[in-house]
């Protein structure tokens, strides 16, 4: 899974949406007030939108239901956001426009952003938009503050989505957490627990790729905010998949491997007139993993 660490939060951010769209539906429930089950089609819709001054990407443009949904991914508040969320929405909205009864009809997108940084005001961003006849509209988009989120709310409310970002709210606490024990030993409990969830939720419902996935934009995120700081690197590694886990699909790939090899040795055996030990040494097969197939072939 590749992401650049040049513009790694929105790449985290559509990574998720491209590889585990499910995810993000408890966030729009949450936003929106929907009740989506969990097993709804999410239909991905193109997200490069051609205008008169160029090209504009959005982050998500996904359509459930009979709606459109669009979720920007920004790291810092920035002041000429709803300008941009109005372009983006105006050119979802022109691909959607269509024809009725002689009258065109361009239904806009279900829309909000989404703030990694920072946990205050606003709750929306606003625009008033004057009309020709001087009518004025006033166009709002819903605001997402990631960090105003406690670790136990993401869990009841099941954003798993948003967890790889819970570990920018110690952005700023990087050298508290390198050289004060009990600092780090607090974040390392919340992500034995986060851990812990992912398990639950992902890997024990034989959801175990979005599981690993998961563990490593979580370790993505975490390195970059602390690529500095060693140890709490080295500590959050141990804990988010350091320690490698030999998961089931580990295990049949790593017997269906030996299964092969086997089955090499003897066919080398036979073709060739080999003993085992020429056929292995013709295989290249080390020293230490030979006992696995000596007895059988014996």
Known sequence: MAVSNNTIFDDVFRTMIEKMPELVLPLINEVFGTDYPADIPIIQQRNEHQTEDGEIITDSNLCIGNLIYHIECQSTSDSTMIIRMVQYDFSIAMDHAENRDGKYYMEFPQSCVLYLRGKGE????????????GRKMEYQVPVVHVQA?????????????????????YEKNRDQAETDPVFLEGILKEYADIEEYLEEELLDQDREQAYRDMIEL?????????????????????????????LESDKLIKLGKEEERLQ?????????????????DALGIPEEERYKYTDELK
């Open 218 to 246: 979580i370790r993505r995120i975490a390195d970059y905010i602390f690529a500095d700081r060693k140890k709490v690197k080295e500590r959050l590694g141990d804990i988010m998949g350091g320690k490698v886990l030999e």
């Open 149 to 169: 989120y406690t670790k136990d709310e993401l869990f009841q409310k099941k954003l798993i989505f948003l967890l790889p970002f819970y570990i920018m709210r």
């Open 264 to 280: 090499l040795i003897a066919n080398l055996m036979t073709s060739m007139k080999w003993t085992v030990k020429q056929a292995m």
């Open 122 to 133: 606003p709750d929306f961003l606003e625009m008033i938009m004057v009309m020709p006849d």
